[in-house]
């Protein structure tokens, strides 16, 4: 007869048959592995600086307004055709060959400077101060000082007058004629301009409005057609 131990005993033995092969199978299952962490993604590379813009003309209006401008110069070879602007150009920048197809082409402009405001600048404003009439001996690669007189129309100017060119000065959406005023070369060499000016005059239209600006430039020639040799290193090199 079997006792209240034997049967313990017997109870003991056969939860131990059945527990150790299932501890077993748990202990030999393979751990699963952490999931691989996902890959960094790669970074975009880092888009180039912007290119400095360097300042232009600086600009001060007392008739018929008010005003003050300050415009740029940028050295990137492809530019917006609205943002402000100052430009300098002369046939002492061309090379021989190009000097010779200008003079063939009587295009050959000794000096001319440009400067504009953006154009949703408000109020904006854009001129040009150049001679046609001028031989490039007339206005040599030097510092100098020239007058601006009004454009002589069919005439030609003096040797040596500069004019406000184009449409005359764009003040807002008018027009305005340079009458007269000076142009200083404070530096004129084979990396770009420097000086002053002042231009007086009236508006074109109604003729009863005058003008009157004054101001600075300090602007590297840009070496392209006609340019080819320019010495600034200021400009990025086209792409």
């Known amino acids: 007869m079997r006792?209240?131990?034997?049967?313990?005993?017997?109870?003991?033995?056969?939860?131990t048959a059945v527990l150790l092969p299932a501890c077993k199978r748990q202990s030999d299952a393979v751990a699963p592995k952490p999931a691989a962490e996902p890959a960094a993604?790669?970074?975009a590379p880092a888009p180039e600086p912007a290119a400095k813009l360097l300042d232009a003309c600086k600009i001060k209006m007392t008739a018929p307004e008010a005003h003050e401008w300050k415009t740029f110069w940028n050295p990137a070879h492809t530019r917006s055709a609205s943002e402000s602007a100052g430009s300098v150009s002369s046939f002492h920048w061309a090379n021989a060959a190009e000097q010779k197809s200008a003079n063939?082409?009587?295009?050959?402009?000794?000096?001319?400077?440009?400067?504009?405001?953006?154009?949703?600048?408000k109020p904006s404003i854009a001129f040009n101060i150049v001679t046609y009439d001028s031989k490039v001996t007339d206005v040599p690669m030097a510092p100098g000082t020239y007058p601006i007189a009004a454009k002589a129309?069919?005439?030609?100017?003096?040797p040596g007058q500069f004019i406000v060119g184009g449409?005359?000065?764009?003040?807002?959406?008018?027009?305005?004629?340079?009458?007269?005023?000076?142009?200083?070369?404070?530096?004129?060499?084979?990396?770009?301009a420097k000086g002053s000016f002042t231009i007086d005059g009236n508006e074109i239209?109604?003729?009863?409005?005058?003008?009157?600006?004054?101001g600075t430039f300090d602007i590297p020639c840009r070496k392209g057609l006609l340019q080819?040799?320019?010495?600034?290193d200021k400009a990025e090199p086209p792409k």
């Open 3 to 15: 006792t209240v131990a034997d049967t313990s005993r017997f109870l003991a033995v056969l939860l």
């Open 41 to 43: 993604a790669e970074s």
């Open 104 to 121: 063939e082409m009587h295009v050959a402009v000794p000096f001319e400077l440009g400067c504009s405001s953006d154009r949703d600048a």
């Open 153 to 158: 129309s069919p005439a030609k100017n003096k």
């Open 167 to 192: 449409l005359g000065l764009i003040f807002g959406d008018s027009m305005f004629a340079g009458k007269s005023g000076t142009l200083k070369l404070e530096r004129f060499d084979a990396e770009g």
């Open 205 to 214: 239209l109604t003729g009863s409005r005058p003008l009157h600006i004054e």
């Open 228 to 232: 080819s040799a320019c010495k600034s």
